[in-house]
C-alpha cells in the first residue's frame, strides 16, 4: 500500500470514527478535527482548527488542564493514556456536559502531535447515576422496613451504622446520641471504627460545637471542611491520624432539639456527592422517627400503666380509710370509757399512733393516685427555693453539696405549698441516697412554655415552671427506670424504703396540672424535672376558712354512710360532743329523712355510697330542697367527682380517717359559716 492509499485510509477511518476525534500539536492548538468533533462541541471543522484545546473546557477548568498538559507532552517517552478518563467539556453556546478522553501520541513526522478520542458519556453518567440512587433507595426501604418493624429503636442502633457504611461504600460510620444531661455524646453503634477513635470523638465533637450548629436551623449534613477551622483542628487530626480524609455529620434531632450525630467516614477525599449525603440525611429521619415512635409508645404504655394503678391504689385507700376510721374511732371512745385507768392509756395510744402511720401511708398511695384534695396558692419561686435549699443542706449533711439556680423575674408558681416541699424533699433524699458517698445535687428553676407539639409530657399548652433537681449519683438501670415511678417499687433494703417516694411526687405533679420527667442512666446521675403551672392573674389564696373555737353544739345532724362500723362512729362521735343525730345508708333514705325532718341543720355524707345517687348528688339535691341546709362531705380519698365537678368544690370535705377534735371543728366551721 502506498504512502498516498495509507493516508487516504487514515483520513476515512478518522473521520468515519464514532467518537470525536481531534488531534493538537505541542503548544495545544488544534490540527485536526473530525465531523464528530465538530458537532459534539457545535463548531465547523474549520472553526476548530487553531483553536486553544483548552477552549473546549469550561474556564475554571482550563489553567488545570494546561498545566496538566504541558507535563504530559513534556515527557518524551509519554504513553497512551487510554480510555476512561472523565471531565466536563463544553460546547461552543456555552453549556457544559461530561466527556470520557482518552489520549495517545501520534508519532509522525518532526513535530510532536496528539491525538485526542472524546465521547459524551451524559446518558451513561446519568445511567449510573439513575443505577446509584436505585441503590440509595432499596437502603432506605430495608432501612425503613427495619424501623417499623423493630418494636426497640435500641435494636436499630446496632444495625445503622453497619447498613450505611454499606449503602455509601465507606469504611466506617458510627452514630452518637446525648447522655443524660443533653450535652455528652456518648457512642452508641459503630463499624470500622478504631476503638481509640471512637471514645476521643465525642469530646472532640463538642469543640467544634456540633450542636450549637445543627440548632443554627442546620438540618443538613454538615461536611468535615464546612465545620470551623479555628475548632475543627483536632478532629481533622484525628480522623487523618485514623486513615480518614473525608467525613459526613448529620445531626439527629428529636422533635426540634438536636440529641446525637450520624458520622460517615471514608479515606478517599471529597467522596460525599449531593445523592450520598441525601442518603444519610433520609438515613437520619427514618431513625429520629423510629426513636421518637417508640419512645411515645413507652410513654404511652407507661402512661396506662400508671393510670391502672393509680385507680386500683385509689380504690384500695379509700377501703382502707375507712378501716382506719373505724379503729381510730373505737380507740377514741375507748380511750373515753377508760380515762383514769393510766395502765391501759400507753396501749391506746400506740395503736393510734399506727392509725396515723396507716393515715400518712394512704396519703402518700392518694397522691400517686391523684386522689387527693390539694390547696394550691401563688408561691414566688426565688424565695421558696432559698428557704428548701436552707432545709436541704441542713437535712442532706456535709457530703451532699446543693447549688441551686433560679432565672430571674420568674411568675409565680401555683401550688400546695406542703405538697411542693414534701416534694422536694423527698427527690432530695432519694438522691442522696444514690450518691452513698457524697456528690452534687443541683436545683434549678426555670421558666417553660409548653407549646401544642409537647405531647410527650402530656401538658396543656401554657406557661409553667420547671424544677430540675439532677444529682451525681449512681443513676438507674433501664429496667429499674421503667418502674421507677409505680408505688411500692424500690431498689433499697428491706426498711429502707417503702417506694412512694417517687410515686407520691409524680401524683402531686399530675394532680396540679403538670408533669414530671425522669432522666438517668446507670453511672450518669439521675435528673427529675417538675413541671408545674403557672399562677393566674388573679390568684386569690387558697386557704379555707378560719374554724371557730367551739368543739361541740346542739344542733341536729344527718349521717349518710353505707359503711355501717363507719356511720356508727360518726353517730358516737356526735354524741359525745353534744349533738343529735338521724342516719341513712342510701341517698334515697337521705331525702326521705330530710323531707320528714325539718331540724336537720347539717348533712354529713360519704362521696361514694355504693350504688345510685353518690354523696355530691345527694348534696346537690338535698340543697335544692332545702337551700339553707349545711352539707359535710367525706371520703377516703379525692373523688373524680369532687375534681370535675366545679359546683362540688364550694362543699367542705373531711379526710378519712379523721380524729373526733378534726370532726368536731368541721362540723363548728361547716355549721358557723353564713
Not at 307 to 330: C, K, M, P, R, W
Not at 370 to 396: N, Y
Not at 406 to 435: I, K, T, Y
Not at 603 to 610: A, I, N, Q, R, Y
Request: include cysteine; proline fraction near 4%.
Amino acid at each position: 500500500m502506498s504512502a498516498a492509499d495509507r493516508a487516504d485510509l487514515f483520513q476515512a477511518l478518522f473521520e468515519t470514527a464514532p467518537d470525536a476525534m481531534i488531534v493538537v500539536d505541542r503548544e495545544g492548538r488544534i490540527v485536526l478535527a473530525n465531523v464528530q468533533a465538530g458537532r459534539l462541541f457545535g463548531y465547523g471543522n474549520a472553526d476548530l482548527r487553531g483553536l486553544q484545546v483548552e477552549a473546549l473546557l469550561p474556564e475554571a477548568l482550563r489553567s488545570a488542564h494546561g498545566a496538566h498538559r504541558e507535563r504530559f507532552m513534556a515527557n518524551p517517552r509519554v504513553r497512551p493514556m487510554g480510555a476512561g478518563f472523565e471531565l466536563v467539556g463544553m460546547r461552543r453556546d456555552g453549556s457544559e456536559f461530561p466527556v470520557e478522553i482518552g489520549l495517545s501520541p501520534i508519532h509522525a513526522g518532526d513535530a510532536p502531535l496528539y491525538a485526542a478520542s472524546i465521547r459524551d458519556i451524559s446518558e451513561t453518567q446519568r445511567a449510573r447515576l439513575t443505577l446509584a440512587r436505585a441503590r440509595y433507595d432499596a437502603f432506605v426501604g430495608q432501612l425503613g422496613r427495619l424501623a417499623l418493624e423493630s418494636r426497640d429503636y435500641e435494636a436499630l442502633l446496632a444495625q445503622l451504622p453497619e447498613l450505611v457504611a454499606e449503602a455509601l461504600e465507606v469504611e466506617a460510620s458510627a452514630i452518637f446520641l446525648s447522655g443524660t444531661q443533653r450535652q455528652d455524646l456518648r457512642a452508641r453503634g459503630s463499624v470500622g471504627m478504631p476503638l481509640e477513635t471512637l471514645e476521643r470523638l465525642p469530646a472532640l465533637l463538642q469543640q467544634v460545637n456540633w450542636k450549637a450548629a445543627a440548632s443554627g436551623g442546620h438540618r443538613g449534613a454538615i461536611a468535615l471542611q464546612d465545620l470551623p477551622a479555628s475548632s475543627a483542628g483536632g478532629l481533622q487530626a484525628l480522623l487523618a491520624e485514623a486513615g480518614f480524609r473525608d467525613a459526613a455529620l448529620l445531626p439527629l434531632f428529636d422533635r426540634r432539639e438536636a440529641v446525637g450525630v450520624l458520622l460517615a467516614l471514608t479515606g478517599e477525599a471529597q467522596a460525599f456527592d449531593r445523592d450520598k449525603l441525601h442518603f444519610l440525611q433520609s438515613a437520619a429521619h427514618l431513625f429520629t422517627a423510629a426513636m421518637q415512635r417508640n419512645r411515645s409508645e413507652e410513654r404511652l404504655a407507661h402512661a396506662q400503666r400508671l393510670e391502672a394503678i393509680g385507680q386500683l391504689t385509689g380504690g384500695v385507700a379509700h377501703d382502707f380509710n375507712n378501716l382506719l376510721t373505724i379503729i381510730s374511732g373505737n380507740l377514741q371512745l375507748l380511750e373515753d370509757e377508760e380515762e383514769g385507768r393510766e395502765e391501759r392509756a400507753p396501749i391506746i395510744q400506740s395503736a393510734l399512733r399506727a392509725v396515723r402511720s396507716g393515715a400518712a401511708l394512704t396519703r402518700k398511695l392518694l397522691a400517686f393516685a391523684r386522689r387527693q384534695r390539694l390547696s394550691p396558692r401563688p408561691i414566688a419561686p426565688a424565695a421558696w427555693l432559698g428557704d428548701v435549699s436552707a432545709l436541704l443542706k441542713r437535712t442532706l449533711g456535709e457530703t451532699v453539696v446543693v447549688h441551686t439556680r433560679c432565672e430571674e423575674q420568674l411568675p409565680d408558681v401555683f401550688v400546695d405549698p406542703g405538697e411542693l416541699d414534701a416534694a422536694l424533699v423527698n427527690l432530695a433524699l432519694n438522691s442522696r441516697d444514690a450518691m452513698p458517698r457524697g456528690g452534687e445535687l443541683g436545683i434549678a428553676v426555670e421558666a417553660h412554655e409548653a407549646l401544642a407539639e409537647d405531647a410527650a409530657l402530656e401538658l396543656e399548652p401554657g406557661r409553667y415552671l420547671s424544677i430540675s433537681v439532677a444529682d451525681t449519683g449512681i443513676g438507674m438501670a433501664p429496667d429499674v427506670l421503667a418502674h421507677a415511678m409505680e408505688p411500692f417499687f424500690t431498689t433499697k433494703i428491706a426498711g429502707k424504703g417503702s417506694g412512694l417516694g417517687l410515686s407520691m411526687v409524680y401524683g402531686f405533679a399530675k394532680q396540679s396540672g403538670g408533669a414530671m420527667r425522669i432522666e438517668s442512666q446507670l453511672g450518669y446521675g439521675t435528673r427529675i424535672v417538675l413541671y408545674l403551672p403557672v399562677a393566674p392573674p388573679a390568684a386569690a389564696d387558697a386557704a379555707g376558712p378560719e374554724r371557730s373555737a367551739l368543739t361541740s353544739g346542739g344542733e341536729k345532724v344527718l349521717v349518710v354512710e353505707d359503711e355501717p362500723e363507719v356511720r356508727e362512729i360518726a353517730v358516737a362521735f356526735l354524741r359525745s360532743l353534744g349533738y343529735s343525730s338521724r342516719v341513712a345508708a342510701t341517698a334515697e333514705e337521705a331525702l326521705d329523712v330530710l323531707r320528714g325532718d325539718r331540724a336537720i341543720e347539717l348533712l354529713f355524707s360519704d362521696v361514694v355510697l355504693g350504688s345510685g345517687m353518690t354523696g355530691v348528688d345527694l348534696a346537690h339535691e338535698a340543697q335544692r330542697l332545702r337551700p339553707a341546709l349545711r352539707v359535710l362531705l367525706t371520703s377516703g380519698y379525692e373523688h373524680p367527682l369532687l375534681s370535675g365537678d366545679t359546683d362540688a368544690n364550694r362543699f367542705d370535705l373531711l379526710r378519712k380517717p379523721y380524729s373526733r377534735e378534726e370532726f368536731a371543728a368541721a362540723l363548728r366551721s361547716t355549721l358557723d359559716r353564713r
